[in-house]
């Protein structure tokens, strides 16, 4: 019985990761940002080849326009962007991207937690931050943008 089993498991196909590249919507009246303000606009473009992720964000909101790049590797190495350290992993379906960085004489840690709906056409992003002061959960729901 194990031997069938284990045969059985062989000739299953192993699941692709899901490639999240293409350009996001933030939908602000699906997401969710707590006791929090939600942006006005959120536009993320996500590049994916091989374990090679970069995105860049843009994003306007009563503090102002701030434009963001990010890389990372999806094999788990640490990886630097300016002031932030993190890395990216996948688990099952899931990336899952843990970084810190220092704010305002604090350490900030976050973990993202991507996934992709099976039409492809919604990503959305699961994200627990962690201040001195507590944490949070925010609930980001983008939609793919036409090309």
């Known amino acids: 019985m194990k031997r069938l089993l284990a045969i059985l498991t062989l000739a299953l196909p192993l699941a692709a990761a899901p490639n999240f590249s293409g350009s996001w919507m933030l939908n602000v009246a699906k ?46 190495k640490p990886t630097v962007n300016g002031a932030n350290t993190g890395s990216a992993a996948w688990y099952g379906d899931t990336l899952v991207i843990e970084s810190s960085r220092e ?34 959960d925010v609930k980001q729901i983008f939609e793919k943008a036409p090309r």
């Not at 939600?38 to 473009?45: D, G, S």
């Not at 704010?103 to 992003?125: C, E, F, H």
């Open 103 to 136: 704010a305002q004489g604090a350490r900030l840690t976050q973990r993202d937690s991507w996934s992709l709906s099976p039409d492809g056409k919604t990503l959305t992003v699961s994200t627990k931050v962690k201040l001195p002061n507590g944490e949070f």
């Open 31 to 76: 997401s969710q940002y707590g006791q929090f303000p939600a942006p006005e606009v959120m536009l993320r473009t996500v590049e994916m080849q091989g374990t090679q992720l970069s995105m860049k964000t843009y994003q306007k909101g009563a503090q102002g326009e701030v434009t963001t790049e990010l890389k990372y590797t999806t094999d788990g």
